[in-house]
Every structure is written in C-alpha cells, then in structure tokens.
C-alpha cells in the first residue's frame, strides 16, 4: 500500500483536474448524444463521479477530510436519485411503451 | 509509466465507449468498468473508505439496479431510434466547447503542485467517522431522511394503481 500510495507524489494537481473535466465533458455528450433515457441517466452517473474525484483529490491535497465526507453524501443522494429516476423511466415505459425521451415532448406546462 | 496515467487513460477510454455502445447492456457492462477505475483512483489517493462505498454502493447496488430496471423492461435489444448527424455532431461540439473553457478556465488557476499525502490516515474509517459523527452530524441524519423519502417514492411510483388497472 505504501509504495502504491508513493506513486502518487509526482502527480501534479493540475492532471486531476483535467481527468475531471474530461470525464464531466464526456457525461455532458452523452446526455446531448443518447435518446435512450436510461443511457442519460448514466451519462448523469458518469459526470457526479468526475465530481466525487475532484473532490477527494482536493481533500487530499489539502489535508482536509471534510471533501471526502461530501463525496460520501453525494453518494447518497446519488442512490436515491438513481431509485426514483428509475422508478420514474419504469412509469414512463409503461405508459408510452417506450423510453425514448422524445417521445415527453407531449409534457407541456 | 505512472499507474495514475495509466487507469486515467482507461477511465477515459471507458466512458468513451459508455456513451458510444449501441447495445445499452453493453453500455452498463462498461460503466462498471469505469467504476472500477475510479475506485483504484480511490486507492492511489488512499481514500480507502470511499474505495469500498464507490465499489460496493456504485458497482454492487447502483449499477444492478439499472441493469436489472434494463432487463426487466426487455429493453436489451438495439432499438435506439436514429439521431440524426448534425445533432450527433452538435452535441459533440456542445461537449467539446464545455471541455475547452474548463480547461482554460483552470489553466488560469494554474496549481502545478503535485498532490502529496500529508496524513496517511486522512481517508480511512476511524479520522472520516469521528468528522461525519461530529461536524456533519446534522446533515448524516437528514440524508438518512432523504433515503426514506426516495424508497417511500419510488415504491410509490413504481407500482401500479388498483383502481385504473
């Protein structure tokens, strides 16, 4: 653990966020790209995990363990946004029999 | 070779293929694989705490709950309807211009510093529950709350109404 952890010091700051930002952007054109509504919810999964690396990157360069304490809540909520969004696209499929989510451009008001 | 360029090579290479797979199954199967490559992030970071919720809540709970939803709905079939190309190509650029101005806005920024582990112990179970049960007390209790809501609701949603049906 120690000579894996060792490895780490020549990675500069800067590489983690750009992994972030990288991540975050492929999240973002995978919810512009897909019209498969579960595929969106992933793209959506993909772009809160960039976020929860950021934050544990900073937490550790920053000697703080309060931002790996938010990734724990963020995780949380990403559990119940999952249960209730998919409970949702279940409805959805039920009603239209599909999850294409232009098939919601009915939803007006 | 360093291991972090490495699996963030394969993070990378992964959520490409996530939201490129025609077959949403597929797309599932390489979202784990993601997930695997953030928890060994995890690991090299030694956040050793969040390495197994990201493993056991992401890649055990989470992710089973879409495929089964998928599986379920028989939905494992390559029926995407066609998206025409200039929207393809529209979200791609979309995406790309996101790209250019977070890394532009950060390059500004510009902390070259590497990240070096000041307190070894920082991300394991006993420092990260002595700050969530003192400081973050109040908020642990309330997303103990929000869970409950979420389960009541999508109990609620998810199943079928007696009278219309």
């Not at chain 1, 966020?17 to 054109?29: E, H, K, P, Q, T």
């Not at chain 1, 990734?71 to 599909?98: H, K, P």
Request: hydrophobic fraction near 60%.
């Amino acid at each position: 653990m120690e000579s894996l952890t060792n490895t780490l010091h020549t990675v500069p700051l800067n590489h983690y966020i750009l992994l972030s930002a990288i991540i975050f952007s492929i999240g973002v054109m995978g919810v512009l790209l897909r019209r498969n509504a579960i595929i969106i919810f992933m793209s959506v999964e993909l772009m809160l995990n960039a976020v929860n690396l950021l934050l544990t990157a900073f937490s550790v360069y920053s000697g703080d363990a309060s931002g790996q304490v938010f990734v724990f809540f963020i995780m949380a909520l990403a559990a119940a946004e999952v249960a209730v969004g998919l409970a949702i696209i279940v409805m959805i499929y039920r009603n239209t029999n599909s999850i294409d989510i232009n098939v919601l451009n009915r939803l007006k008001w | 070779m360093n291991t972090f360029y490495f699996i963030a090579f394969l993070s990378i290479f992964f959520s490409i293929l996530v939201i490129s797979a025609k077959n949403p199954v597929h797309s599932i199967l390489y979202l784990v694989l993601t997930f695997f490559t953030f928890t060994i992030q995890y690991i090299l970071l030694n956040a050793q705490f969040l390495a197994i919720v990201n493993f056991i809540v992401y890649m055990g709970a989470i992710l089973v709950l879409f495929l089964y939803t998928l599986m379920l709905m028989n939905l494992n079939k390559d029926s995407e309807p066609f998206k025409s190309n200039i929207v393809k190509i529209a979200a791609v650029l979309g995406g790309g211009c996101l790209f250019v101005v977070l890394f532009a806005c950060f390059r500004q920024v510009g902390i070259a510093e590497p990240v070096v582990l000041k307190d070894p112990g920082l991300g394991l179970v006993k420092n990260l529950g002595k700050v969530l049960f003192n400081e973050f007390l109040l908020p642990f209790e309330i997303s103990s709350l929000l869970l409950l809501s979420a389960m009541v609701g999508a109990v609620l949603l998810a199943t079928k109404d007696p009278k219309t049906v």
